[in-house]
């Protein structure tokens, strides 16, 4: 069995610093992933947010969580185009030709994924301070952040292996981010649920992008996350869940 390959894990590391390297050495996937989060926050801070009421005096606090998860979204969509092209270039079957764990190279796409989303999201942060962003949060409140944002980035990433194994061309791998990029817009990330028309409300309040944004707003303010934070948790482990499953099934299939 593969799980008892005591080489699986040196093979991985090996895969994620081979992805890693392609990473550092075109510096603009990271930059070009943080522009358009950046864009948006400076849109609607300084342009939009003195007419937006939130019931907080400062709107990028308010923002901020949802733009992390934009970013995100935006990262994931690099993780299916380089998974596309490895397989396009038969990249996979020569690895598959060597004597190492067969999932290794699609594991070291993933933790890729992981990382150069987590340096992305680090950028964000650094940029909110630099708007008057401050948190009350303690330690242990900024670990459950990360926490959830590493969730949602693992439950994202498989969804993308399944975009980047499945596409049938370079456009295709990367347009399934679209409609993630997009449903912040229709959550609580930007304005309260309680300003928008009642159907709106309806699919903003029951969407998975608003209990994660609410649970990270309120971690990050020091405030009493509530049920939050576990219907987050539940909808990050759901996706996670069916998406790797899936994943791994079409990895399979054509590995086969």
Same mark, same amino acid.
């Given at each position: ?90 990249? *996979?079957?020569?690895?598959? !030709? /060597? #004597?190492?764990?067969?999932? $290794? ?6 933790? &890729? %994924?992981? @990382?150069?989303?987590?340096i992305s999201v680090v950028v964000i942060i650094l ?6 962003f401050r948190s009350s949060a303690g330690v242990l ?48 990330? *930007?304005?309260?649920?309680? !300003? /928008? #028309?009642?159907?709106?409300? $309806? ?6 992008? &608003? %209990?994660? @944004? ?43």
């Amino acid at each position: 069995m593969e799980a008892t390959n005591s080489h699986f894990f040196s093979d991985m590391s090996i895969m994620l610093g081979r992805s890693m390297r392609h990473i550092f050495r075109s510096m603009d996937t990271i930059i070009t992933v943080a522009i358009t989060p950046i864009a948006i926050m400076l849109l609607f801070v300084y342009v939009f947010g003195g007419a937006i009421q939130t019931g907080m005096d400062n709107y990028v606090n308010y923002l901020l969580p949802g733009i992390l998860l934009i970013t995100i979204a935006s990262g994931i969509a690099y993780t299916s185009y380089r998974l596309f092209m490895d397989m396009q270039r038969g990249i *996979f079957e020569r690895f598959h !030709s /060597m #004597p190492i764990a067969r999932s $290794a190279p699609l594991w070291g796409h993933v933790l &890729t %994924s992981l @990382v150069s989303n987590a340096i992305s999201v680090v950028v964000i942060i650094l940029v909110g301070l630099l708007m008057g962003f401050r948190s009350s949060a303690g330690v242990l409140s900024w670990l459950a952040v990360a926490g959830i944002l590493g969730l949602f980035t693992l439950a994202l990433t498989w969804v993308a292996v399944i975009a980047g194994l499945s596409a049938k061309s370079v456009d295709g791998a990367g347009a399934f981010a679209y409609p993630l990029i997009f449903l912040p817009f229709i959550s609580s990330a *930007f304005v309260p649920t309680e !300003s /928008m #028309p009642p159907v709106v409300r $309806a699919f903003a309040e029951n969407q998975p992008v &608003t %209990s994660i @944004v609410n649970a990270i707003r309120a971690l990050l303010a020091g405030q009493p996350v509530g049920n939050d934070i576990w219907v987050a948790l539940a909808w990050c482990l759901g996706i996670l869940i069916v998406a790797y499953l899936f994943a791994m099934r079409v990895y399979k299939r054509k590995a086969a």
